[in-house]
Nanobody, 127 residues
Framework: QVKVVESGGGSVQAGGSLTLSCEAS????????LGWFRQVPGKEREGVAA????????YYADSVKGRFTISRSNAKTTVYLQMSSLHAEDTAMYYC????????????????????WGQGTQVTVSS
């Protein structure tokens, strides 16, 4: 049973930074695509960033390009999301998702392509 666990959420003032972590465990895959999504009440889940831990370029939503960085760790299925220059509009529940498929730019930021999800971690940015 694949388990996805996020950590690192919290409250920060506008302009500040936070780093989220995501680990996928309980599986036998060497590598996975790990993606970050966010959701606010009443809105659809939005893809933020994604990366295949086996290599390749990261993918970002336009709204976070230049401010957020997704990176791999030495562990094969763990990633980090470094968020800087945070805006109040970045306030949301952030979810990590995992899938063994090496998703491409066409699919990596779409929730429907991921089979495994974490419980989410809240990020609150105050202005």
């Amino acid at each position: 049973q694949v388990k996805v666990v996020e950590s690192g959420g919290g409250s920060v003032q506008a302009g500040g930074s936070l780093t989220l972590s995501c680990e996928a465990s309980g599986h036998t895959y060497n590598y996975m695509t790990l993606g970050w999504f966010r959701q606010v009440p009443g809105k659809e889940r939005e893809g933020v960033a994604a990366i295949y831990t086996g290599g390749g370029m990261p993918y970002y939503a336009d709204s976070v390009k230049g401010r957020f960085t997704i990176s791999r760790s030495n562990a094969k299925t763990t990633v980090y999301l470094q968020m800087s220059s945070l805006h109040a509009e970045d306030t949301a529940m952030y979810y990590c998702a995992a899938d063994p498929t090496p998703l491409t730019a066409l699919h990596a930021l779409y929730a429907g392509y991921y089979n495994y999800w974490g419980q989410g971690t809240q990020v609150t940015v105050s202005s």
